[in-house]
Nanobody
């Protein structure tokens, strides 16, 4: 089974930026859509952003549109999430997920592989 490893989380003040990165343990990215989800304390895992197999199609949850950008490098087997103008409500553990197919969706059960998560904390 593919292993996904997230990095780039940390502590930042509101208005700041972070860049998350997800790397695969072997070459399994190129055929699948990829996504970022997050889970805040006491909440369910929620969709943040996703990108199609080729990188030409992206979707975002409304609360991050205009602030977050998802991108991928199939040659390097990485998918990144650039997060700008961070808000305290963005505080969560962020997870990278690999979709079961080439087109992204917002449904957590459509993703078959997950990383261990990386903590993002935004102070007010």
């Amino acid at each position: 089974q593919v292993q996904l490893v997230e990095s780039g989380g940390g502590y930042v003040q509101a208005g700041g930026s972070l860049r998350l990165s997800c790397a695969a343990s072997r070459r399994t990215f190129s055929g699948y859509a990829m996504a970022w989800f997050r889970r805040a304390p006491g909440s369910e895992r929620e969709f943040v952003a996703a990108i199609s197999r080729g990188g030409s199609y992206t979707i975002y949850t409304d609360s991050v549109k205009g602030r977050f950008t998802i991108s991928r490098d199939n040659g390097a087997d990485t998918v990144d999430l650039q997060m700008n103008n961070l808000l305290p409500e963005d505080t969560a553990v962020y997870y990278c997920g690999r979709h079961l197919g080439p087109m992204p969706t917002r449904v957590v059960s459509d993703y078959g592989s997950w990383g261990q998560g990386t903590q993002v904390t935004v102070s007010s």
